[in-house]
């Protein structure tokens, strides 16, 4: 496994980083970054960014706002919160295997005699709080798994950039995000510095897994390439907001797998216009299954029949298609 040390507090960089080492360095080598994000909103890939931050308290605060490549929801990012990045060969050891990489986070806070487990589809909490929330990503034959690490993040921020849903408070028997949440350091018989806890992380790493950390320097060149795609892609009002266009029809409802939002205009029984929303898990861009679906009638049957070709968990982790039914008809 090969480390990138990554000083970045630019989040636009560091998401550019993310997808140019899964895509290109090294397609042989599993490869570890650590990094942190200033002040900033992650949203997504399927999320609706508008619905997802409190525009005005972005605004008003200088708040950088960014999508991410993986599925899941929308976090807060301080330089009180620890990331990390895994980037692995895809096979089916590792595909929405959220345990194998949490383990050594955990195991870590177990030296410092904090107690932390595994929670629900892809979160570690401590005394049933959450510390840390994971995603991944796939890529052909190559996987990107992240998390988030809460060490000391400002929680009256978090509370206020971000608009969670009342449904998604109320499946996990909380009452706020401020509630749901905590940080490692309260946690602390004795104080260590964010620092200090990337160097532990580091050590489990190695030791759990029994692998030699090498250190990959990035070149000029790779250097050139995350600036481009983080001018051309991640920089941008089009990837990070979107089109929004107005919908006549709105479904949503919670499942196991996550939340499913659908948007869509339907003209004399035909459905003209479609979106998917969600904090949902999938290996697919569910864009190609709107495809599928505009067009079609409006009617269970028609939806069913599109599914008969496709293998639905490719867009949708841990939910079916009598859920996606049942959303949209229901």
């Given amino acids: 496994m090969l480390f990138i040390r990554n000083d970045s507090k630019n989040p636009y960089y560091n998401l550019a980083l993310e997808e140019y080492a899964l895509k290109n360095l090294h397609l042989n080598d599993d490869f570890l970054i650590l990094w942190q994000n200033a002040h900033t909103v992650v949203v997504g890939r399927n ?3 508008i619905e997802e931050v409190n525009s005005k308290y972005v605004k008003e605060n200088d708040v950088n706002v960014v999508r991410r490549m993986s599925g899941g929801g929308a976090v807060y990012h301080d330089l009180g919160n620890l990331n990390y ?6 096979d089916d050891n590792s595909k929405n295997n959220f345990v194998k990489f949490t383990k050594p986070v955990i195991d870590a806070l177990e030296t410092l005699d904090v107690h932390a487990e595994f929670s629900g589809r892809n979160d570690i909490t401590i005394d049933g709080k959450k510390i840390s929330g994971n995603a991944q990503y796939y890529y ?3 996987m990107l798994h992240h998390g988030t690490i809460l060490f000391d993040v400002n929680s009256d921020i978090l509370k206020d950039v971000l608009n969670v849903k009342l449904d998604k408070i109320a499946s996990k028997g909380i009452k706020s995000v401020k509630s749901r949440v905590t940080n490692i350091c309260q946690h602390l018989k004795e104080k260590i510095t964010i620092e200090e806890l990337k160097n532990i992380l580091l050590k489990f790493i190695l030791e759990t897994n ?13 250097i050139d390439n995350i600036n481009k795609l983080m001018e051309e892609k991640y920089s941008t009002w089009e990837w990070n907001y979107g089109e929004s266009p107005k919908f006549e ?13 659908l948007r869509l205009n339907v003209k004399e029984g035909n459905i003209t216009a479609f979106k998917i929303y969600g904090d949902f898990f999938g290996r697919k861009d569910v864009s190609e299954l709107e495809k599928l679906i505009i067009n079609k009638n409006f009617e269970e049957d028609s939806i069913r029949n599109v599914f008969k070709d496709i293998d639905i968990t490719d867009y949708f982790y841990n939910i079916t298609i009598d859920n996606f039914i049942d959303c949209m008809f229901y």
């Fill in 249 to 261: 029809l709105q479904k949503s409802k919670r499942y196991e797998g996550g939340s499913i939002d």
């Fill in 47 to 49: 999320q609706n960014t």
């Fill in 210 to 222: 029994d692998i030699s950390i090498k250190e990959y320097i990035l070149s000029p060149s790779d």
């Fill in 140 to 142: 052909q034959d190559r």
């Fill in 85 to 90: 990045t895994f980037i692995t060969r895809s």
